[in-house]
C-alpha cells in the first residue's frame, strides 16, 4: 500500500505544478495553514461500516512557500500514528484540531516535499461555524446506520484527513476506498481500479482536476448504480440505495441532458465524469455540489435541484471563489441557472420569474451579494441577489454577450479562484461596457436593492411576495425553514 501512495505521490508531483495558495480566510480564522501549498492528496481509507471506523494512509505532496521549520495540517478526532517526511520519521504533535510537524532540517522555499501519515479512529463531524447558534448542524464525515457520507463545505475536510482546510489551496487527489462485501465505496473523479482483496472491496478514485479540500467526498453503502452518457461524451453515473425511488433515481439521470445544454451556454464540462449519489440519513437537508459526484438526500431529485448542484461544477468546483465573501459567484449563478433550465424554451417565463425573484428580493430589502459575516454565507443575499444580478447584467448586455462573459469567466479561472473583483473585469472587457463595472458594484456591494435596467423593475411590481414564486425549492438561503436546501 505504501509503495503504490509513493509511486502516486512522485507521478503527481512530477506532474502538476502548485498554484499559489492564499492560506487562512478570514471567516474561518482557526481553519488554513500558512507556508504551505498541497499539490497532491493521495488518500488510502479502509472503512468498517458497522462501527464506522477508519484506518487510513495519507500522503501528501506540498510545496514550501516559505522556508519551514513547521508546519501545520487541520485534522480532528482522528488520531495521528507515524509521519515521515521524504521517508525520514518526522516529530509530530496534536493540539486544537491541528496537526504540527517537524521536519529533521528546515525545508527551505520552493521546495516540493511529500509527507506520509498514518492515522485511524472514528471520524467525528464538527460544528458548522455558519450556524454558530444551531450545535445541531455539523460538517464533514458522518455515519448513518451502517452506511458513511461526507458533506463538509465549508470547512469539514479535516474530519477525515489532514488537510490544508481553506479555498485557495486546490490540489489534484486519489482516494481509495476499501470496504467489506457487498458495499462500494464512492469518492470524487473516475474510477480508475476496482479489485477484490479476500472479503474486501478496494476502489480507486482519481480527481484529476484540482479540488478544493471541502469539496472532497467518500460515500460508504450498498449501491445500485445506473449509467448512461451525455451526448457530448460525458459519462454520467447515478449511485442509488435501496430507499431511493425509481423517480428520483430517473430525475438524477436527467443530468445527462442538462450538460450539453449548459455546455452551449457556458463551455465544456470541467471534469471527466460526473455523478450524483443519494444519502439515506434524514439528517441531511441539503444537496452539495461535491465535486464530479454530488450529494443528494433523498428525495430532493427535483430538476432545479439537479440542475443546481451542476451548475456549480462550473462555477464553485472548477472555478472557485477566493474568498468566502464571494460565494455568489457560486450560489448566484447556480440559482440563476437552475431557473433558466426548466424555462430554456420559454424565454417570457423565464423573465416572469425572474422579475417575481426581484420583487421577494427588493421587498425583503435583501443586502449586497458578497457578505461580511460567515452566518450570512447561505442566505438569500447570496442565492438571490447573486441571481438578480446576474439578471441584470443580461438585462444591460443582452444573451450573447452575458453568456461569453460567463463562458469566459469559467474558462479563465478554470482550476483557479476568483473574486468578484475579477468577474467584474471579466464582465467589463467582454462587453466592453465600463458601465457594466457600476452596475456590479451596485448589486454586489451596495445598498439598496437597484432597480433591474430598462422597464423589468416595473414589470416586476405587480409580482406575488411568497417567496415560492421564485418556482425553484433551491436558492433559499439559511440553514432550516423549508423541506430542502441547495448548497
Known amino acids: 500500500m505504501l509503495r503504490s501512495l509513493r509511486i502516486l505521490a512522485l507521478a503527481a508531483a512530477a506532474t502538476f505544478a502548485a498554484s499559489p495558495a492564499r492560506a487562512i480566510d478570514p471567516f474561518f480564522p482557526d481553519f488554513g495553514n500558512n507556508g504551505i501549498d498541497v499539490a497532491h492528496y493521495a488518500l488510502d481509507l479502509d472503512v468498517r461500516p458497522d462501527t464506522g471506523r477508519i484506518d487510513a494512509w495519507a500522503v501528501l505532496t506540498i510545496l514550501a512557500e516559505q522556508p519551514l521549520t513547521r508546519f501545520s495540517l487541520d485534522l480532528h478526532a482522528l488520531i495521528v500514528k507515524r509521519v515521515t517526511i521524504n521517508g525520514a520519521p518526522a516529530v509530530f504533535a496534536q493540539a486544537e484540531d491541528k ?29 458548522d461555524p455558519t450556524a454558530p447558534d444551531d450545535p445541531t448542524i455539523e460538517l464533514g464525515w458522518f455515519k448513518y446506520r451502517t452506511a458513511s457520507y461526507v458533506v463538509s463545505e465549508p470547512v469539514g475536510a479535516s474530519t477525515f484527513f489532514p488537510a490544508n482546510d481553506e479555498p485557495t489551496d486546490k490540489a489534484r487527489f486519489t482516494i481509495a ?145 477566493a474568498k468566502w465573501e464571494d460565494l455568489w459567484i457560486a450560489e448566484g449563478t447556480a440559482t440563476y441557472l437552475e431557473v433558466l433550465w426548466p424555462n430554456r424554451d420559454n424565454p417570457a417565463a423565464f423573465d416572469a420569474t425572474m422579475r417575481r425573484m426581484y420583487r421577494y428580493v427588493q421587498q425583503n430589502e435583501l443586502g449586497p451579494a458578497v457578505v461580511d459575516a460567515p452566518e450570512d454565507m447561505f442566505s438569500e443575499r447570496v442565492y438571490l441577489r447573486g441571481a438578480q444580478a446576474l439578471y441584470a447584467l443580461r438585462l444591460t448586455v443582452g444573451d ?5 462573459i460567463l463562458a469566459t469567466f469559467a474558462a479563465a479561472y478554470r482550476g483557479r479562484n476568483a473574486t468578484s473583483a475579477d468577474f467584474i473585469r471579466v464582465a467589463v472587457s467582454i462587453s466592453g461596457k465600463p458601465a457594466v463595472g457600476e452596475l456590479l458594484e451596485a448589486w454586489l456591494y451596495e445598498d439598496p436593492v437597484p432597480s433591474l435596467p430598462g422597464g423589468a423593475a416595473t414589470a416586476a411590481e405587480g409580482a406575488a411576495e411568497s417567496p415560492d414564486v421564485v418556482g425553484t425549492r433551491c436558492g433559499r438561503g439559511g440553514h432550516r425553514g423549508s423541506a430542502m436546501h441547495c448548497r
Open 99 to 127: 496537526l504540527t510537524i517537524i521536519p529533521n532540517r528546515t525545508i527551505p522555499t520552493g521546495s516540493t516535499f511529500r509527507v506520509y501519515i498514518s492515522y485511524g479512529g472514528v471520524p467525528d463531524p464538527i460544528q
Open 177 to 321: 476506498v476499501t470496504v467489506p462485501s457487498p458495499f462500494g465505496g464512492v469518492a470524487n473523479g473516475e474510477l480508475s481500479s476496482y479489485r477484490v482483496v479476500g472479503d474486501k472491496r478496494r476502489f480507486v478514485w482519481e480527481m484529476r482536476e484540482p479540488m478544493t479540500a471541502w469539496l472532497a467526498t467518500v460515500h460508504v453503502n450498498r449501491f445500485g448504480v445506473k449509467t448512461t452518457t451525455s451526448s457530448s461524451g460525458v459519462p454520467v453515473s447515478v449511485f442509488y440505495t435501496g430507499a431511493t425511488p425509481k423517480k428520483d433515481i430517473a430525475g438524477y439521470a436527467l443530468a445527462a441532458q442538462m450538460i450539453p445544454y449548459f455546455e452551449r451556454l457556458i463551455g465544456r464540462y470541467p471534469f471527466e465524469t460526473y455523478g450524483s449519489v443519494v444519502v439515506d440519513d434524514p439528517v441531511l437537508y441539503y444537496a452539495l455540489e461535491t465535486q464530479s459526484v454530488s450529494t443528494f438526500p433523498v428525495g430532493a431529485a427535483d430538476q432545479a435541484i439537479v440542475a443546481h448542484e451542476l451548475a456549480h461544477q462550473w462555477f464553485g468546483n472548477s472555478a472557485s471563489v
Open 400 to 404: 450573447r454577450t452575458f453568456f461569453r
